[in-house]
């Protein structure tokens, strides 16, 4: 017998139930259960396949903090103590917050998530990692407030949440199509982003996101697609489809520092300004901003 998107099947009381998809129905040993729609997957419970017995983890947790989970050492089960993302295990059972100075950003499509990856020790997450992301694609923390920010390009959305995971809300439900570049300003206390479908650059207020202002939309908006973009405490960096602008915060001033580059997506500052390039497979390094023009690949 064949049975088609099998997932799972179930064993009971020396019985087998097996989900038969293609006529929706279930099969129960000899015999055939007709049901409303076409199962996958069978379960079978019973209180006999959960028997009661001495657990480690039974009383008060094990003594953990946060998660419990046994371990077997010389043939007697013992408390294992765990803790969630975003947290490490200190004393007997604590668990305290992890709080590093440098950590990664990272913004993943499948699964779906944006983790915080601490640079030492390797291994730990500097914060609780954003899993209610349907796609995100830009990401930027604020350490003075414990935020993470993001953008979720399925939902159309820019979400925040505190570092430990906590307090997650929307920040910018509205005007948000391709977002695709995302910048926390520390010393002016505002969030730039860039899209790529509506052709803007736009900042609001990290205390108020309803002060919201556009500050770049060309007149040319189907052909200018911003992407990504970093920021100088003095200087805002952007970069476009097949260029790259610096954009003075201050008055506006829109200044090209490279129209060579294919497909640019990717946008950092570091003693100069680095760009990675989608269609040539390559990084490119622009010192520019702070040392005057010139490219190294």
Same mark, same amino acid.
């Given at each position: 017998m064949t049975s088609q998107e099998l997932v799972a099947i179930a064993a009971l009381g020396g019985a087998l139930y097996l989900p038969v998809w293609r006529n929706s129905s279930l099969l129960a040993g000899a015999r055939s259960v007709a049901l409303d729609a076409r199962p996958t997957a069978a379960l079978a419970f019973h209180r006999a396949r959960q028997p009661r017995s001495a657990h480690p983890c039974a009383a008060h947790n094990g003594g953990c903090a946060q998660l419990c989970f046994p371990a077997y050492e010389g043939g007697a089960a013992r408390a294992r103590c765990a803790c969630r993302h975003g947290w490490r295990l200190a004393g007997r059972g604590a668990c305290d917050r992890v709080h590093e100075d440098a950590f990664l950003l990272l913004a993943r499509g499948a699964p779906p998530l944006v983790q915080a990856l601490a640079l030492r020790p390797r291994g730990w997450e500097a914060a609780a990692p954003a899993t209610d992301a349907a796609r995100p694609t830009a990401a930027d923390a604020d350490t003075r407030d414990h935020y993470l920010y993001y953008c979720d390009v399925h939902r159309y959305e820019i979400v925040r949440q505190r570092l430990d995971g906590s307090g997650r809300e929307v920040f910018a439900g509205s005007?948000?199509?391709?977002?695709?570049?995302? =910048?926390?300003?520390?010393?002016?206390?505002?969030?730039?982003?860039?899209?790529?479908?509506?052709?803007?650059?736009? =900042? =609001?207020?990290?205390?108020?996101?309803?002060?919201?202002?556009?500050?770049?939309?060309?007149?040319?908006?189907?052909?200018?697609?911003?992407?990504?973009?970093?920021?100088?405490? =003095?200087?805002?960096?952007?970069?476009?489809?097949?260029?790259?602008?610096?954009?003075?915060?201050?008055?506006?001033?829109?200044?090209?520092?490279?129209s060579d580059a294919v497909k640019p997506y990717g946008l950092a500052l570091y003693e100069g300004q680095y760009s990675a390039n989608v269609s040539l497979l390559s990084m490119q390094r622009s010192i520019y901003i702070l040392y005057g023009p010139g490219r190294i690949v």
């Amino acid at each position: 017998m064949t049975s088609q998107e099998l997932v799972a099947i179930a064993a009971l009381g020396g019985a087998l139930y097996l989900p038969v998809w293609r006529n929706s129905s279930l099969l129960a040993g000899a015999r055939s259960v007709a049901l409303d729609a076409r199962p996958t997957a069978a379960l079978a419970f019973h209180r006999a396949r959960q028997p009661r017995s001495a657990h480690p983890c039974a009383a008060h947790n094990g003594g953990c903090a946060q998660l419990c989970f046994p371990a077997y050492e010389g043939g007697a089960a013992r408390a294992r103590c765990a803790c969630r993302h975003g947290w490490r295990l200190a004393g007997r059972g604590a668990c305290d917050r992890v709080h590093e100075d440098a950590f990664l950003l990272l913004a993943r499509g499948a699964p779906p998530l944006v983790q915080a990856l601490a640079l030492r020790p390797r291994g730990w997450e500097a914060a609780a990692p954003a899993t209610d992301a349907a796609r995100p694609t830009a990401a930027d923390a604020d350490t003075r407030d414990h935020y993470l920010y993001y953008c979720d390009v399925h939902r159309y959305e820019i979400v925040r949440q505190r570092l430990d995971g906590s307090g997650r809300e929307v920040f910018a439900g509205s005007d948000v199509d391709n977002c695709e570049g995302l =910048a926390v300003d520390w010393m002016g206390r505002n969030l730039y982003w860039t899209d790529a479908a509506l052709g803007t650059v736009s =900042a =609001a207020r990290l205390d108020a996101p309803g002060v919201r202002r556009v500050l770049v939309r060309d007149a040319d908006y189907l052909h200018y697609h911003p992407r990504a973009i970093t920021l100088h405490p =003095a200087n805002g960096c952007d970069t476009y489809l097949n260029r790259v602008e610096r954009l003075e915060l201050r008055s506006g001033r829109r200044q090209l520092v490279t129209s060579d580059a294919v497909k640019p997506y990717g946008l950092a500052l570091y003693e100069g300004q680095y760009s990675a390039n989608v269609s040539l497979l390559s990084m490119q390094r622009s010192i520019y901003i702070l040392y005057g023009p010139g490219r190294i690949v």
